[in-house]
């Protein structure tokens, strides 16, 4: 059973439009995150959320909204797409509210590229 | 929150073991000192992390410095499949993993 899975794995869109990309976790935690990989390989940090609860966001364009129905899943939808968000998005949860003893499990991540 | 400071590469021979160095100067005191690794096409791993003693694990061990302001990751057999990126983290109160570059572990064969 995959513990944190994101869906798609790869996706390929044209400048301007919207896409979600959509994250559970199975694991019962309380706390879910984006983070965001660009083409050098920088991994940072965009939102988090704890119980629904948007609790780390980032500077980010407000064409990013997370959206969390419930605490299991988080999903992220980009509007109106850019050449510069072309990157590999990474969905991650932890037990609980953010902490420095917090273990993070992350997804395998989802391909986004923008032509 | 406190940076950490590693080397860009290492090379290892498989079997071998692997002392990955991090420095972390500015370590605050609740800081516990966190290493994820990501191996290619692939998500970020946990690893191990602690905050004084050193620890162990099946995949790791971590051994940090008295004063806290550097830390060593070691892998006691390195193989093909640990050639990764690891990544040394002070994720400090907020929780937040701030990735730095990380050091990418070569494993000969």
Redesign the interface.
């Known amino acids: 059973d995959t513990a944190v899975s994101q869906t798609p794995k790869y996706l390929v869109t044209q400048m301007g439009n919207d896409k979600s990309i959509k994250c559970e976790q199975n694991l019962g935690h309380d706390t879910m995150y984006w983070y965001k990989q660009d083409s050098k390989k920088f991994l940072k940090i965009m939102f988090s959320y704890n119980n629904k609860e948007l609790i780390i966001n980032e500077t980010v364009p407000n064409r990013f909204s997370p959206k969390s129905p419930d605490k299991a899943h988080l999903n992220l939808h980009i509007n109106s797409l850019e050449l510069g968000d072309s990157a590999v998005y990474f969905c991650a949860s932890s037990p609980f509210r953010t902490g420095s003893n917090e273990k993070l499990f992350f997804g395998s991540g989802t391909q986004l590229s923008v032509l | 929150d406190a940076k950490t400071t590693q080397p860009n590469s290492m090379e290892s021979n498989e079997e071998e073991p692997v002392h990955l160095p991090c420095n972390h100067s500015t370590i605050s005191g609740?800081?516990?000192i966190?290493w994820?690794r990501?191996l290619p096409?692939?998500?970020?791993?946990?690893v191990i992390?602690g905050?004084t003693s050193n620890v162990n694990n099946r995949m790791a061990s971590l051994a940090i410095a008295e004063d806290r302001k550097s830390s060593t990751l070691i892998l006691h057999r390195a193989t093909l499949r640990d050639a990764a990126?690891y990544y040394c983290i002070?994720?400090?109160?907020?929780?937040?993993?701030?990735?730095g570059?990380g050091t990418t572990l070569q494993v000969k064969p």
């Open positions: 609740t800081d516990y966190h994820y990501q096409s692939q998500g970020p791993e946990y992390h905050l990126v002070l994720p400090g109160n907020t929780g937040k993993l701030i990735f570059q």
